[in-house]
């Protein structure tokens, strides 16, 4: 196979998703609708997607609009209850032992995805920022990764960090988390079309398994 091939070549970054990976929440839009009371418009929104009748920054756009007026401390707070995938940062820990860069790139929020960079001791994360404006979110989003610009955003970073993308490790549970040009592409309790977009597939609750095919 053409990635074991690849593997010859040392890893040295690891670009991971968010929503599913690092985290055992899906979606982290789909988390602040339900706990908001505002998923039955969020779910239109979100069907108008995937049938192609908007496109993301729009999608993004009509979701976060819905949460105008939210207090940015109350929304926090609902952030803050969402959890870590157990081992992840035993995970990022080990392979900043052994000097990988380590980032997250996800289609989430960056609330979320700046926290978890901190916690759990990563190098970057990039996300899609809602705005505030005197400690409440305004409506407004600044789109960064979009679903179907994911691949881009990671080949962008490994440019930035002048890594080969052959010396980059990519782990998500969706076909977007896994450019083809990836060193190695690891689907996480993947969603089935990522099966077929994937080098490994890892199941389990522990993101620690994962180590053990990063070379």
């Known amino acids: 196979m053409a990635w074991l091939i690849r593997l ?5 970054l690891v670009v991971f998703d968010l929503d599913g990976t690092l985290t055992k929440v899906d979606s982290t839009w789909q988390y602040i609708h339900m706990r908001l009371g505002t998923w039955s418009s969020g779910r239109l929104s979100a069907c108008d997607y995937w049938k192609g009748k908007i496109g993301y920054a729009e999608w993004a756009q009509q979701d976060s609009s ?8 109350k929304l926090m707070s609902i ?20 000097r990988k860069v380590s980032g997250i790139v996800s289609a989430g929020i960056s609330l ?8 759990l001791g990563m190098d970057f994360a990039i996300a899609n920022e809602l705005h505030v404006s005197r400690g409440r979110m305004t409506g407004e989003v600044t789109v960064k990764v979009s679903l179907d610009e994911k691949a881009q955003v990671i080949k962008n970073i490994a ?28 689907a996480f309790n993947p969603k089935r079309e990522a099966e077929n977009a994937c080098d490994i597939i890892v199941r389990g609750s522990d993101l620690r398994a994962i180590l053990a095919h990063i070379p």
Request: charged fraction near 35%.
């Open 79 to 98: 952030i803050n209850e969402i959890h870590y995938t157990d081992g992840a940062k035993e995970t990022i820990s080990t392979l900043k032992q052994d």
């Open 8 to 12: 010859r070549e040392r890893i040295r």
């Open 112 to 119: 979320l995805s700046d926290r978890a960079r901190k916690d």
């Open 66 to 73: 819905m949460w105008r007026g939210v207090e940015l401390r």
């Open 159 to 186: 440019k930035q960090l002048r890594v080969p993308l052959t010396k980059c490790a990519v782990v998500g549970d969706n076909s977007f988390d896994l450019p083809n040009e990836a060193g190695v592409r690891i």
